[in-house]
């Protein structure tokens, strides 16, 4: 069955660097959009990145440019978060997910068909 799941969380100082991974089953990952989505206590869920089906088209939340990295890697059927300068506020739990099939970017959470479990990430020093 499809599954995302998500990995590399933790504890990270200010300035620090993470690198969350998504791994997907169950499904051709090159033929599908994924986006990364955060959600911090008491918050609204947020869209973080996303990278599109086939063309590689990648988008960012103003918050994280220039310090947020997605990548994918279809033999390996993964999409990596890479984040680098991290702030006390990017502690969240990250979640990816799955966009329709072929899809560009932005992934929009009414259109999601699987989430993963989630992974937190924690910022603190």
């Known amino acids: 069955q499809v599954q995302l799941k998500e990995s590399g969380g933790g504890l990270v100082q200010p300035g620090g660097s993470l690198r969350l991974s998504c791994t997907a089953s169950?499904?051709?990952?090159?033929?599908?959009?994924i986006g990364w989505f955060r959600q911090a206590p008491g918050k609204e869920r947020e869209a973080v990145s996303c990278i599109s089906a086939r063309y590689n088209f990648t988008s960012y939340a103003d918050s994280v440019k220039g310090r947020f990295t997605i990548s994918r890697d279809n033999a390996k059927q993964t999409v990596d978060l890479q984040m680098n300068s991290l702030k006390f506020e990017d502690t969240a739990v990250y979640s990816c997910?799955?966009?329709?099939?072929?899809?560009?970017?932005?992934?929009?959470?009414?259109?999601?068909?699987?989430w993963g479990q989630g992974t937190q990430v924690t910022v603190s020093s």
């Open positions: 997910a799955r966009g329709p099939y072929a899809s560009l970017c932005p992934v929009v959470p009414k259109t999601v068909g699987y």
């Open positions: 169950g499904f051709t990952l090159r033929n599908y959009p």
